[in-house]
Nanobody
Framework: QLQASGGGLVQAGGSLRLSCAAS????????MGWYRQAPGKQRELVARITSGGSINYADSVKDRFTISRDNAKNTVSLQMNSLDPEDTATYFC??????????WGQGTQVTVSS
């Protein structure tokens, strides 16, 4: 139900924009955001945004990444600037709804070359 797109290969210092769209969703997401997982590492929260607009970022991406959402379209985006090889990972979008349900996207690969 969640389709992530926008990943790819980019050189260090470059930018990418990830998008995640929900299809067949009949609820209004409460939380939306992105996690990432690099090989051999645990999945970590990158950024999240609530329906009220409250935003949190991982310290490692503050001032470089910007999360946004479109409530009318049930989409969440992640603008990633000044990318570093340490940002290489598979990025997963998610959405939450009341009752504690969470929905995940399929993941999109981001590779940053040095």
């Amino acid at each position: 139900q969640l389709q992530a797109s926008g990943g790819g290969l980019v050189q260090a210092g470059g930018s990418l924009r990830l998008s995640c769209a929900a299809s067949g969703v009949i609820f209004s997401p409460i939380g939306m955001g992105w996690y990432r997982q690099a090989p051999g590492k645990q999945r970590e929260l990158v950024a999240r945004i609530t329906s009220g607009g409250s935003i949190n970022y991982a310290d490692s991406v503050k001032d470089r990444f910007t999360i946004s959402r479109d409530n009318a379209k049930n989409t969440v985006s992640l603008q990633m600037n000044s990318l570093d090889p340490e940002d290489t990972a598979t990025y997963f979008c998610y959405m939450t709804r009341s009752g504690g349900y969470i929905y995940w996207g399929q993941g999109t690969q981001v590779t940053v070359s040095s």
